[in-house]
């Protein structure tokens, strides 16, 4: 019995400024308008006969991911909440300690997890399922089955696989070595010896297999998601496992922690047109590319301009003159790179981290479960803010120690809360939250409401929330 099993708890810092710690690429639509890289993810498991996947996201993205699986429609998808980042070989012993608890159990038979990143591109999907189903007569044998890609040039930001002799009556290979991401020669060398494959991160194993394995070589991530899990929790439609316990476990990857160690690890060739996107240059291979080797995305004026990369979110990027560039623009940030130093992306933004900044952790247009809001404006003791209630959505019932707000309604009908009195605005009224008062907004129509915002006060942070009782189900305090 086959059981997906999606890792979504990524930050794709390398996509930096698109990509950040509150949106990261996993939930962006790069590569098709409609479509996430999670929701083409999902759609790609149409037609294999499998058990509804389970997600497993960080905790601060289960809103983000919740409404992205309720745009694809008839999809049926388990969300657990891994409360702190620790890799995926804990990640994993989740998925697996789960299907043994509880799809096994109901299904009567064991489980085979197919573990895949929510955020890689796969233009093949008939290739890749076919290929899935090749693999699963090896997992239900016992090996640990990781997916390789025949190489097409000398990648250097990419782990390897050393492929070993073919397992007889399969189309699997033993894996001899993995290799960490090489230099340029090394690459070049590998490229040349024509039996290492790129690490696609994609596997396939037995539930019981990787826990059994994983007792062997990492029995501290096994012993705290199993306390995890145990004393894990239902709210709402996500599994949220124990904190304090997930916390415990090494910070680890299943391929360092498992799969590099075990004598049962096996690959099986995946030609599916497959892409980490890990990178800028990598993402624009995925897009269409004009006469010039240039790929343009928004409000894009070039000239003279040769092999690049541009995307304009907000407003007109003009170039001229340049080539291998790297030209990204959201609203509050900018990136020019040449495509030589793409890879030292991070770099930039372990700059923002000990700065203190907050570009790295959210975008200007911040998503909530009950609809989104602009950061348009700031300044000394003022914030202004368009805020987009969706139709049945509704904010907390709150208050603040230090800031009043004044509510202007651009269109839509709100329904707004100021202590004991509730009354609708529309547009062109508004309403005035003086300090320390309780207060609500409601958007009770059937059209989103749109509303500016202005906050004044000594203090403007979003940790100035104290919420009352909260329609998502959210306890803590700086969200809104």
């Known amino acids: 019995m086959l059981f997906p099993v999606i890792m979504a708890g990524g930050h794709g810092s390398r996509l930096w400024p698109l990509s950040r ?16 890289m999670l929701q083409a993810t999902l759609t790609r498991l149409e ?3 499998a058990q509804p996947p389970l997600l497993i996201c960080n905790e601060q993205h289960r809103f983000l991911a919740a409404e992205q699986v309720r745009q694809l429609a008839g999809q049926q998808v388990q969300i657990m909440l891994e409360p702190v980042a620790r890799n995926t ?25 197919l573990a895949l990143p929510a955020d890689h591109a796969i233009s093949e999907v008939a290739a890749f399922q076919s290929a899935v189903t090749a693999a699963l007569p090896l997992a239900d044998a016992g090996h640990l089955v990781t997916f390789g890609i ?8 990419y782990g390897y696989l050393r492929r070993g002799p073919a ?22 060398a590998y490229l040349a010896a024509g039996n290492y494959d790129w690490n696609s991160g994609i596997f396939m194993f037995k539930a019981q297999r990787y826990l059994a394995e994983l007792a062997r070589f990492q029995p501290q991530v096994l012993a705290a998601c199993q306390t995890a899990l145990a004393h894990s929790e239902r709210d709402l439609d996500f599994i949220r496992v124990n904190n304090d316990a997930f916390a415990q476990s090494p910070d680890i990857s299943v391929d360092y922690g498992v799969m590099e160690h075990t004598a049962h690890a096996a690959m099986v060739p995946l030609a599916a047109g497959w892409s980490d996107v890990g ?29 690049s990369l541009i995307m304009a979110e907000h407003r007109l990027v003009a170039a001229l003159g340049v080539k291998d560039m790297v030209i990204i623009e959201t609203k509050d940030a900018v990136l020019v790179a040449h495509k030589d130093h793409e890879q030292d992306v991070k770099q930039l933004v372990a700059q923002l981290h000990e700065a203190d900044r907050q570009e790295h952790i959210s975008h200007r247009e ?19 803010k368009r805020i987009t209630v969706n139709p049945g959505g509704r904010l907390s019932l709150q208050m603040h120690h230090h800031r009043a707000e ?57 940790d100035d929330i104290v919420r009352f009782e909260d329609h998502y189900g959210r306890t803590e305090r700086g969200t809104l």
Do not use: M
Not at 21 to 36: A, G, R, V
Not at 167 to 184: A, C, L, N, R, Y
Not at 280 to 303: F, I, P
């Open 47 to 49: 037609g294999l006969t």
């Open 366 to 384: 911040c998503y909530r479960p009950w609809g989104k809001f602009d950061a348009i404006d700031s300044g000394k003791r003022y914030q202004v």
């Open 150 to 157: 025949p190489p097409t040039s000398a990648e250097t930001g």
């Open 167 to 188: 397992i007889s009556g399969s189309k699997g290979f033993k894996v001899e070595q993995f290799v960490e991401k090489p230099d340029q020669q090394n690459a070049n």
């Open 279 to 307: 990178s800028w240059s990598a993402l624009a291979q995925q897009l269409t590319r004009d006469t010039q080797g240039n790929t343009l995305r928004g409000d894009v004026l070039t000239e003279q301009v040769n092999n």
């Open 406 to 462: 004044h509510w202007v309604v651009v269109s839509g009908t709100a329904r707004v809360t100021q202590g004991d009195q509730v009354r609708l605005l529309t547009e062109n009224q508004s309403v005035y939250i003086p300090v320390g008062q309780v207060h609500a907004l409601e958007n009770p129509g059937k059209l989103p409401l749109e509303l500016i915002e202005v906050q004044s006060g000594a203090y403007l942070g979003e």
């Open 21 to 36: 710690q509150h949106h990261p690429k996993q939930f962006l639509p790069l590569l098709t308008p409609h479509l996430s």
């Open 89 to 113: 070989a804990p990640a994993l012993a989740l998925a697996a300690l789960y299907a043994c608890e509880q799809v096994a159990a109901s299904q009567r038979e064991e489980v085979i997890l």
